[in-house]
């Protein structure tokens, strides 16, 4: 089984929304047993908090519902428990360093570092672009997937 941790900033936006369309799609291709998936927040701002209803709405026409999600914090424990823990950008990544105190086995990256266009996931929270956000980390779980239902090679940037 592959352990993967979505993280963000606040657990809220674009992790828990990476983290159910995940799933969401890994049930598609009938590969979702070969994952478990979760989602982390670097800062303790919105521990205990709901999803975001932009992420809430974004998933609801897929028949996802992410309602009993809580917003909860990454901790040093979760290098050791997950195969990848995937930020959405770059001072997500710092941060998942510092609580870390490193990646030495080079578990972490973006989601889009794997695409043709590698870059940061549009964070809703100063745009308020749910939108863009869905596309990103919808293009992102897709390469994801493909790459671990086409290969069993590592996954490395």
């Not at 897929?62 to 009993?68: D, N, Q, R, T």
């Not at 909860?72 to 997500?92: A, K, P, S, W």
């Not at 030495?104 to 308020?128: E, I, N």
């Amino acid at each position: 089984m592959i352990k993967i941790l979505f993280v963000c900033h606040g657990n809220i936006c674009r992790s828990p929304m990476a983290e159910y369309l995940f799933r969401y799609l890994a049930e598609e291709r009938n590969t979702a047993q070969q994952f478990q998936v979760a989602s982390a927040a670097t800062s303790r701002e919105e521990i205990g908090n709901p999803v975001h209803p932009g992420t809430l709405k974004k998933l609801k026409p897929l028949g996802i519902s992410a309602a009993e999600k809580r917003a909860v914090q990454m901790t040093r424990q979760d290098y050791i428990t997950y195969d990848y823990l995937i930020g959405m950008d770059e001072y997500n990544i710092r941060n998942m360093l510092h609580i870390t105190g490193g990646d030495p086995k080079q578990k972490m990256f973006r989601l889009l570092d794997l695409s043709q266009h590698p870059r940061d996931v549009a964070d809703p929270w100063y745009t308020g672009d749910f939108d863009a956000t869905f596309q990103d980390i919808r293009e992102g779980c897709l390469l994801l997937l493909e790459h671990f239902c086409s290969s069993s090679a590592p996954l490395r940037k």
